[in-house]
């Protein structure tokens, strides 16, 4: 068994420049955001914030992979290990193997690629689906082809790397392994083939956006005190300042984290009780609504 590396360093280079420019544009726009008065243009500040922040968590991801792949090659099979991501390519199921620039279709990609970092799926004209693990562009990979899927590799030493395959291959299998594909674990979780689940979270999540927008589209207009609290018969009885209406959806986003959490913990062996914290906080946001919609029709 031998292992063989790509040539991470160009991808690494460039995906730490992608997070470190993402994190310069998010400290910006929090900046920006702390020094000017709170309205639309600070929700929609925010929003980019978090995408920002989701951006960067994908591409740490992403990187992580790139630093722990490597191409283990015995007699029996080619396995392609990218962070948690397993692909085992049986030899004896490999009818082609080719040079990168000898492909001569055009290659549409769907994946994540910056220089230095080609991960994802393909199809090439005139030889099919393709699976990339790559840190070179598609000219500069070796390409294995089996029935219905061909993989695109790039180890550092490509030459050695071609001959070794061929001495294997022709050495023939010591046993028959199977051509699977493993993804991380925490894509094969059953919740994420929850509709219930996944539409009480989105929607918790999206009314707690979308009460905080109005918020702040609104917070210019409204008067210096508001009323934050109504007697039985709803008469405002007792005032704030304007301010502290942010204090609901901030609370609506603590009962979120909480009750996600908890109910993801309880998930697998306890789904009611999950579902019964989710709906609860898919609740509490509904309920944050109405009562925002009252404070905003008396103040």
Known sequence: ?????????????????????????????????????????????????LGGLVAIG????????????????????????????????????????????EVTGRLRFRGVRWPGYWVGYGEIEGL?????HATAPLEEQVILATPGLAYGI????????????????QMGPTQWVEQTSHGPAFARWEFWHDKPA???????????????????????????????????LGVPDRLGLRGQIFLIPLIGLIVLIVNGVLGGLLYRHERLAAYLLWGGALTVQILFWAAVLGILAAA
């Open 58 to 101: 994908l591409m740490g991801y992403w990187i992580s992979g790139l630093v722990q792949s490597a191409y283990v090659l015995d007699r029996n099979a080619l396995v392609i290990l990218w962070g948690e991501s397993e692909h085992i390519i049986p030899l004896p199921q490999v009818q082609q193997v080719m040079l990168g620039e």
């Open 154 to 169: 790039s180890p550092e030493d490509r030459d050695g790397f071609l001959c070794t395959l061929q001495t294997r291959m």
């Open 198 to 232: 996944l539409v009480m979270l989105a929607a918790g999540l999206g009314a707690l956006l979308a009460l905080t927008g109005l918020l702040c589209f609104r917070f210019p207009h409204l008067p210096p005190l508001i009323p934050l609290h109504f007697d039985a």
């Open 128 to 132: 099919g689906p393709v699976l990339l």
């Open 1 to 49: 068994m031998t292992e063989w590396y790509p040539n991470s360093q160009t991808g690494l280079r460039v995906g730490l420049a992608l997070i470190a420019a993402v994190l310069l544009v998010d400290i910006g726009l929090v900046i920006w955001a702390a020094t000017r008065p709170v309205d639309g243009l600070t929700f929609l500040a925010g929003l980019f914030i």
